[in-house]
């Protein structure tokens, strides 16, 4: 994973990660100017509006954005990665929460997706309870190293989000943006990839599967 900037949707600034597609691009600003308003006698009256209705349109997607007095109101969320399919449910939810409210609070949504996390490492061996006790005993479990450092970024920038720290995240909701994409790294790792290697195992021949299970009863009893 590597360190890239985010830019997040700025009134009338030249470039940023557009909300639709993510990209960092140019982007085409328009503004709604002149209300024509017909009067009696078919005169007709152009009067100027005040500069409160933008568009921009992303160099990149051709996506459109629309801002009244300054605030980015469509699209309503900026997007981030779809989640993965095997993340629980009450997981997934929290997950899309947070998506709707990192435009206006990357701390908020640091927050919801720290909660999520929580949930996540109590479906996968933990308690559910304590995030720093439960990534200890998932990694006595055994996972990657990988995996151990995103459960602790996660976990890290998560407590930023929760409490004040050194990380200051709305300064960089770049990095809130990441939680997300660490978010389905540790679902694929913890659930999906070990869902598909069960699966392939269960489907051995139970003669091969026995061989296997004496096997292993023999190691142990040579140890003990
Ligand atoms: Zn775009």
């Known amino acids: 994973m590597t360190k890239i900037k985010y830019y997040p949707p700025t009134y009338e600034s030249e470039s940023f990660n557009c909300a639709h597609c993510r990209v960092y691009s140019s982007q085409y600003w328009c503004y709604l100017r002149t209300v024509r308003m017909p009067h009696v ?21 051709r996506g459109w954005s629309i801002w009244i007095e300054e605030i980015l109101v469509y699209p309503a969320q900026v997007a981030v990665e779809n989640p993965n399919e095997d993340m629980p449910e009450d997981v997934k939810k929290l997950y899309m929460e947070s998506a709707q409210v990192l435009s206006t609070s990357p701390r908020a949504a ?15 061996g933990g308690d559910g309870n304590n995030i720093n006790d439960d990534i200890g005993k998932i990694v006595k479990l055994g996972v990657e190293p990988e995996t151990q450092k995103a459960l602790d970024l996660l976990r890290v920038f998560g407590n930023n989000g929760a409490h004040p720290g050194e990380i200051k995240l709305d300064e960089d909701p770049g990095l809130v943006i ?3 994409e660490l978010m ?40 003990s």
């Open 178 to 180: 990441k939680m997300y």
């Open 41 to 61: 006698g078919h005169i007709i009256q152009d009067r100027t509006l005040p500069d409160h209705f933008a568009a921009s349109l992303c160099g990149y997607c």
């Open 184 to 223: 389905n790294y540790i679902t694929d790792r913890l659930i999906t990839q070990k869902d598909q290697i069960n699966e392939l195992f269960e489907g051995l021949p139970e003669g091969i599967k026995a061989q296997i299970e004496l096997r292993d009863n023999k190691k142990k009893e040579e140890k």
């Open 110 to 124: 640091a927050a919801l997706l720290r909660l999520g996390l929580q949930m996540l490492l109590g479906v996968v």
